[in-house]
């Protein structure tokens, strides 16, 4: 498990001009260890090493040895990158498959740095430039301290360090813990459907929706375009500015729900997602129109399943993931699939009557296919009411089997 936390060292003007030279020659041996491994068709550290390592340190005769290990260990790690979205695409497109840009690094990089280049002691924070290694005091803020604490096994295991446009440096410190046990809880198990105008709906009916996300997207796709049609150079200015700014929001966003989620004060054991691996691959292959494609390419699904792991790993909760195949097709009451059935926002199954909000029959489905899952693998599953505890309808059935008649005072 890893965590990070930024601090900005109070440094004089040559030690920030000994990090920007620092800067451009991590850049420089990042981008030779890249055309090596292309030119080579290979993706081996210690291939690279043996063939590029004494060349780089004459090209880069003040570059730290430490640091040319640092920058062949990421271009490694984007050859390799570079290598996996190339074939995938090679199936689609092979003339631009040909074109794909090799990876590359820009003199205003960020450089990663290992345990060897960077030392953390108390609140002494040392690492090594191109002039000499810096020394600073650094002050970690308090509630990072209290969260991640020594006694837990938290370690400093590295940092990146870079320096942003108002020309302060600032030094990402990574801190991990391989060996912290967490307790899983014994609760209740939970689905989430995530959508484009609900951004997370549970299968207890709790709604986060997406109104502020979509607004904002809208209004920065307007501005975008203005600006792109006009053309000028205080145009081109503006957009440099507010390049970023639609994707600081929605982070902000998936957090916070995220959060909210991992930090629950119900009994929740389990969270099921849907699997949406294959979500890009049918909008590249042309699966959908052309508003659709545009609204799952800003759609930030998997930022939003990547935040909510880490943040319920913390919290002993567990994130599983079913097929996503008829879910929101599905009646979670008959299990009657009828595609019919839905109609923007409300499902009414034409089999059984049950009427229900489309994207809460949806979380009731995900929920109750993990658990089918789980009963048909043997393992322990929590019971729970099965199918109406959205609408406060217990069952009246055990967990796995599937309700045939509908409850009484359900409209």
Not at 36 to 62: A, D, G
Not at 143 to 167: C, H, L, M
Not at 255 to 270: G, M, P, Q, Y
Not at 348 to 369: F, L, W
Request: aromatic residues 8%.
């Amino acid at each position: 498990m890893r965590r990070s936390v930024t601090v900005f060292p109070d440094l004089s003007a040559k030690e920030v001009s000994a990090i920007v030279e620092t800067r451009k020659q991590y850049a420089k041996a990042f981008n030779m260890s890249v055309d090596c491994l292309i030119s080579n068709s290979s993706t081996s550290k210690r291939f690279l090493h043996e063939v590029q390592y004494e060349r780089i340190k004459e090209e880069c005769h003040s570059l730290p040895t430490g640091l040319i290990q640092c920058a062949r260990d990421v271009a490694v790690e984007a050859v390799k990158t570079w290598n996996v979205k190339r074939t995938k695409l090679k199936q689609r497109n092979p003339k631009k498959a040909e074109r794909m840009r090799r990876p590359s690094m820009k003199e205003k990089c960020t450089m990663r740095y290992d345990v060897r280049t960077v030392t953390l002691r108390g609140s002494q924070l040392t690492f090594s430039t191109c002039d000499r290694r810096i020394r600073t005091i650094i002050s970690i803020p308090g509630f990072f301290t209290e969260r991640y604490p020594d006694s837990e096994g938290w370690k400093q295991k590295g940092a990146n360090i870079g320096v942003n446009r108002k020309g302060r440096v600032f030094v990402n410190l990574i801190y991990e813990c391989p060996d912290c046990d967490i307790v899983e809880n014994d609760g209740k198990i939970v689905g989430l459907d995530r959508g484009i105008y609900n951004i997370v709906t549970t299968s207890d009916g709790t709604h986060y929706g997406a109104k502020d996300v979509r607004r904002v997207k809208r209004k920065y796709n307007h501005v975008r375009s203005e600006l792109q049609e006009k053309g000028t150079r205080s145009a081109r200015r503006r957009l440099k500015a507010i390049s970023g700014c639609e994707k600081r929001f929605v982070h902000d966003q998936n957090h916070c729900i995220s959060k909210k989620l991992a930090n629950t004060d119900e009994d929740v054991s389990v969270y099921v997602l849907e699997d949406l691996s294959s979500m890009n691959m049918l909008r590249l292959r042309g699966k959908s129109n052309r508003t659709m494609r545009k609204w799952l390419s800003n759609w930030s699904y998997s930022d939003l399943e990547f935040k909510l792991i880490y943040k319920c790993q913390r919290n002993g909760i567990r994130v599983e993931f079913v097929d996503a195949r008829y879910t929101s097709q599905k009646c979670c009451v008959c299990k009657t699939i009828d595609k019919a059935s839905r109609k923007g926002n409300r499902y009414v199954c034409r089999h059984c009557g049950n009427a229900m909000h489309a994207d809460v029959n949806a979380a009731i489905n995900i929920r109750d296919s993990y658990i089918t899952q789980t009963l048909k693998s043997g393992q322990a599953a929590v019971n729970q009411p099965y199918g109406w505890s959205a609408i406060g309808k217990p069952a009246t059935e055990p967990v796995g089997k599937t309700l045939t008649s509908k409850p009484s005072g359900l409209s």
